[in-house]
């Protein structure tokens, strides 16, 4: 019926974007979000800039600007033809001269741009070869000028432009993977990890994905010339898992003390993680095919995750090292105290982490060894047991301890946090539903 309904979910997600206070949409998502009434012009359409001029204004004597991207096995001399440029001098300076060493190195996928004038001399050559890096201001864009020095000659010179922090906002599902889920919603892989540590006291992203799980993020990114050139952070996001909601937003107490909290104002720093395997890319893909080896709870006290031979296994939380090595059964094992009743251990490991030893203390999230199969074990796990006074019990029916709560003289400024970002959540929330209707139709 209506043309805009056949777009792809990759271009909508694309689409969206959160910007300077307001929701900007392409006509495409928001008949997705009302698809009974046309919109209202609330909403504005994005707009790409074509050929935009790198890190400043073009001068308006600029006649033409090209640009082309660096392709696998690119030459200098074939980006300068695809630009259309043919200076006397330029290939042999750029290919011997130290100023302009930079060039040396071409990355694909990244941009060369020329300005010509009417003539079609070249009035300057831009290479954005570094096009995001955190520096102290924030994020920085990199890049080399080559201009004629007006002896018939050039001179090249190293430039650097801050780039633009802007709130962004996507949302995605999960069919096969949550990297894959996250790819398809362009969502950078360090916000995807953040999402993962944020939830991390509360969802065993190895155990717990499940196909249909959704999430909806709003997150800063650094733009340069309309490409994000470098994450930010996350301000807030919705997870659902297996039908539950799971919340978080970025809020700083009056002390300065920033930090992740659920939208009813509990601290998401848990004092343990759901897992002492950290989740990656590469985890991922067994963490999404892997079944738990089967054992009955009873007489086994733990849960096992299974990992290839080596995978860093990290503690789950603060502790000090009550014991370090073989036990009959558990193969090479360390227990940790963790404080309080609470205490954990991680069995059937190929090495421990170098240098650990009886005593030492060790903090949450910290790598205390790796995994194997040594003692009682058919094939490469990590055995974990989470014990309460010295006996196991279930960590993943077991509601963990918290580390923090909000205290109440930071309940105005946080629910104001809260009600600015969950309405973006809900909007998302909503194109989201919206948008699996119109598939599963
Ligand atoms: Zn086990």
Redesign the pocket.
Known sequence: MMPAFHQTRRHITRSLLFAAGGLFLTAAALAVVQPATPPEPVFQARQTLDLPPMGQQADSTDPYIASTRIRRGDTVADLLRRLGINEDGLLAFLTHDASARSIYKLYPGRTVQAALDEQGHMMWLRYAHTPGSTAKSGIESAWLEVRPDGHDGFSAHERTTAAVRETRVAEGEISSSLFGAADEAQLPDSITMEMVDILGSRIDFLKDLRKGDRFRIVYDAYMHDGEEVGAGHIRALEFINKDKAYSAVWFETAQGQGGYYDFSGASLKGAFLRTAIKFTRISSTFGMRMHP?H?KWIG?K???YAAPSGTPIHATADGTVEFIGQQNGYGNVIILKNFGKYSTLY??QSRFAKGLKKGDHVQQGDLIGYVGSTGWATGP?L?YEFRINNQPVDPLSTDLPMARTLEARDQKAFQATVARYQPEIQLLARLQESRIQLAER
């Open positions: 080896i054992k086994h733990g849960v096992d069995a059937h796990h055995h």
